[in-house]
């Protein structure tokens, strides 16, 4: 059982806001960045969201992240066919010494 | 260009040991900061970290899996091998090699290798 918290299910028609949750402690989001990670169906994660807000090179303005005390949130703005996949944040956990990743939210695009 | 990516066996028996390697390119595992880590991910389940070897040599494991993992890298041959001891089925997974970049609050996977399916059955 993950100690992030995410929902499982999240979705969307083409165009619409959405956003997905993480919920954690003081140990983890709470004092530690926020990575979010989207899987396309049968590939490997990548990178989306670094440093609770930060987009790497080549992934759109649409995604965005931010962080509220022991909480993290993912928004996809202009949702598109294509943003239909698995999100999962991370974050390392002081008490733990290692990296936690949530459950995963699968995102439809209706 | 960063590159990773994992060999291993595709079927081992229940409490052999499992020997993952993972060969990498477009970087140095000398360079300060940069670490290779090895990411799990059972069929239809959520991803699963193992362990990080960082470029000083420090090393660091999933607490739950620590007592049966061991992580060492061979700078000269670029190369990360992960060793699983006496595996199970619940070990079933896509095994992911990982390029990251260590900060100094947390660690982020910038570059995924295209994983491997290891499957646990006698």
Do not use: H
């Amino acid at each position: 059982q993950s100690v992030l918290t995410q929902p499982p299910s999240a979705s969307g028609t083409p165009g619409q806001r959405v956003t997905i949750s993480c919920s954690g402690g003081s140990s983890n989001i709470g004092s530690n960045y926020v990575y979010w990670y989207q899987q396309l169906p049968g590939t490997a994660p990548k990178l989306l969201i670094f440093r609770n807000n930060l987009r790497p090179s080549g992934v759109p303005d649409r995604f965005s992240g931010s962080t509220s005390g022991t909480s993290a949130s993912l928004a996809i703005s202009g949702l598109r066919s294509e943003d239909e996949a698995d999100y999962y944040c991370a974050a390392w956990d002081d008490s733990l010494r290692g990296v936690l990743f949530g459950g995963g939210t699968k995102l439809t695009v209706l | 260009q960063i590159t990773l990516k994992e060999s291993g066996p595709t079927l081992v028996k229940p409490t052999q040991t499992l020997t993952l390697t993972c060969t990498f390119s477009g970087f140095s595992l000398t360079t300060s900061g940069v670490g290779v880590g090895w990411i799990r991910q059972p069929p239809g389940k959520a991803l699963d970290w193992l362990a990080l070897i960082y470029w000083d040599d420090d090393k660091r494991y999933s607490p739950s899996l620590k007592s049966r993992l061991t992580i060492t890298k061979d700078t000269s041959k670029n190369r990360v091998v992960l060793t699983m001891t006496n595996v199970d089925p619940m070990d079933t997974a896509t095994y992911y090699c990982v390029y990251s970049v260590q900060e100094v609050a947390g660690t982020s996977f910038d570059y995924w290798g295209r994983g491997t399916l290891v499957t646990v059955s006698s």
